[in-house]
């Protein structure tokens, strides 16, 4: 029977929504296959490390020494180890660190178990969290009080550098100490009201920053403006955390997580790490180099340092250059025997170098080291200690080198540390959590069993209550899993957690509930008389606004905690909104597929329209 114009086919989708459903389903298959075969611990060997051994004589090598070497694959000048114990990871790193030239070239990594015709096609498994992984987790404070201080400091200086150019005399600047809210205050004290008004100007046009106020009739006070110790405060966290994934880097660690967390605390997660005390002797470190004219001994507007012997060195208040102008440092051995630091400057910190060595031939310069620690009050104290007094002997430029660093090995250390960059502020580590391996894949398969057990029950009940419906959910349930975990290893920085694995869980109860929102819609119009046709299609019509409603207010939730929540937080969040998104394409779209396929290829089902 002919269609009329004024009818339309029931329960019918156009050929191309089936391709598009047929192809989603392959990618996302393909997709989630990497994750069933997992990962191998491997190590990483750069194309500029230097490695001469071919990929026989190194897995001869490292079997020697006890290693149990799955594969050697070697791509691009760059060689990867897959090994077949993780505990072994770190003794490979250990034994290829005295086979190359670069030992900053070898990382610590995880090579796909999938096959390679798998991996040809460029996908990858699930990144995995700390809690499923195992490794160390790092909770930093960062200090801000030294960074006012530091700001202070600097005005103090320019404020009597002012009193000398306009010739104030009985004037004075000095920092109090930090106030309830960590912020250092300044305290004026000058002659008459000329002196006031003109510090008054010269501080607005100078420092707007800060907000100059009566201490009394003579004399001001000066305090950071609550925005500009907003903008500090968030401007130095930042600044640390580029610092530590730096450092991270430098490690050999690619895996790691680092993030903010609160106002100015740094959340680390280093999954897979067997050797946290190296990475947390780094992290924690605040060392930092700085270079001093030395002057004499009482000069005006000098600081006196000591050096590693306890002797006094006067030198400048203000430093020449600081250790963030540094963008490379190499350890190596001097001519003398003794270890030394190759400095390498950035374009502003080599002109600022030469135009201070330029008039400065002959005369000795300092080399500051230093460092923050707590003391038993828990504040932040610094140690600054000299390292070094050379005379210049020609112009300095981007390139130069240092000497008393100590060892080799603590030279080696201080240029790890100062490639990385300098602390702008002191961390402090308030909080170490070590996760073995063990736990991690006893997480892992908990986690998965109680998912497995959800889903088993759930496709049951379906199948026993909807009967001829319920397998329809049932490949829909099992579709929207293979979506999902395709998607979670798609998106660039998804990580599985979990707490992720409880929102997969929760996804199974949620993707279902849209079939059984449909299904009982369809029971309701079979039940007022209407045919099995068009209880389908007013059935999948009226649920799709409370399937979209229930949905959306859901994902609301999802959003904001993946804004505002920290990493397992995060984990929940993304395979909820996640599970989201699939449940509605699978439940309805899917679900509407299969259901025309089978029950509603009749054609001569028409409505009037």
């Known amino acids: 029977m002919e269609r009329k114009p004024n009818q339309r086919l029931l329960n019918h989708y156009s050929a191309w929504k089936y391709v598009v459903l047929i192809a989603t389903l392959i990618v996302m298959l393909f997709s989630a296959l990497p994750t069933w075969y997992g990962e191998d611990a491997a190590v990483q060997v750069g194309a500029k490390a230097g490695l001469t051994l071919t990929p026989i004589a190194l897995r001869d090598k490292l079997q020697a020494e006890g290693v149990t070497v799955k594969r050697i694959d070697q791509k ?72 006012y201080q530091t700001q202070a400091d600097t005005l103090v200086e320019s404020l009597r550098q002012f009193f000398r150019e306009h010739e104030i005399r009985g004037a004075s600047a000095r920092v109090s100490a930090a106030s309830v809210d960590q912020t250092s205050q300044l305290y004026l004290s000058l002659p008459d009201n000329d002196a006031r008004a003109a510090v008054r100007q010269f501080m607005k046009e100078t420092y707007p920053s800060w907000q100059v106020t009566n201490a009394d009739s003579a004399n001001l006070q000066a305090k950071l403006s609550l925005e500009e110790q907003t903008k500090l405060r968030n401007l130095t966290v930042q600044q640390n955390l580029q610092i530590m994934r730096s450092r991270i880097e430098e490690l050999g660690i690619t895996e790691a997580l680092v993030q903010r967390q609160g106002e100015h605390r740094i959340r680390i997660e280093l999954p897979g790490v067997q050797d946290p005390a190296a990475a947390k002797n780094v992290i924690g470190a605040t060392a930092s180099l700085a270079f001093f004219e030395v002057k004499e001994s009482g000069s005006v507007n000098a600081m006196v340092l000591n050096d590693k012997s306890g002797n006094p060195i006067y030198v400048s208040r203000m430093p020449v250059l600081g250790g963030d102008h540094i963008v490379d440092a190499r350890a190596s051995i001097g001519e003398m025997g003794m270890a030394e630091v190759n400095i390498n400057l950035d374009r502003v910190g080599g002109q600022k170098m030469s135009e201070f060595s330029r008039s400065k031939i002959g005369k000795p310069m300092a080399t500051s080291y230093s460092e923050y620690s707590r003391d038993e009050q828990g504040k932040a104290k610094q140690t600054q200690e000299i390292i070094s007094v050379a005379t210049i002997q020609s112009q300095l430029g981007d390139r130069f080198r240092i000497t008393g660093a100590g060892t080799y090995q603590e030279a080696q250390q201080l240029a790890l540390l100062l490639r990385a960059g300098s602390m702008t502020a002191p961390v402090t580590i308030v909080e170490e959590r070590t996760i073995g391996p063990t736990l991690g894949a006893e997480n892992i398969e908990n986690g998965f069993a109680a998912l497995g057990l959800g889903m088993g029950i759930t496709l049951l009940f379906m199948a026993l209550w909807y009967r001829r419906l319920g397998w329809v959910a049932n490949i829909a349930l099992i579709s929207n899993m293979v979506i999902l975990f395709g998607l979670l290893a798609l998106i660039p920085g998804a990580v599985l957690t979990l707490p992720g694995i409880a929102g997969l869980v929760l996804t199974v109860g949620m993707a279902v509930d849209t079939n059984v929102l449909i299904f009982e819609r369809i029971k309701d119009k079979l039940k007022e008389g209407r045919s099995f046709a068009l209880a389908i299609d007013t059935g999948f019509d009226s649920a799709f606004s409370t399937i979209f409603d229930a949905n959306f207010t859901t994902m609301i939730t999802a959003v904001v905690l993946y804004s505002i929540g920290n990493g397992p937080i995060q984990g929940f969040a993304l395979t909820l909104g996640l599970g989201l998104l699939t449940s509605m394409f699978t439940g309805i779209f899917a679900s509407r597929s299969l259901i025309n396929l089978v029950y509603g290829r009749d054609a001569s089902r028409h409505v009037k329209v």
Do not use: C, H, Y
């Not at 610590?108 to 015709?117: C, D, K, R, T």
């Open 76 to 147: 691009n000048g760059e060689t990867l180890i897959v090994l077949d114990e993780d505990s072994q990871q770190t003794l490979v790193k250990t034994l290829l660190s005295s086979m190359v030239t670069e030992p900053k070239e070898l990382t610590l990594s995880l090579a796909s178990a999938a096959p390679n015709w798998l991996q040809s096609l460029g996908f990858q498994p699930i990144k995995l969290g700390l809690d499923l992984r195992g490794g160390v987790q790092f909770l930093l404070d960062v200090d801000i009080e030294p960074v």
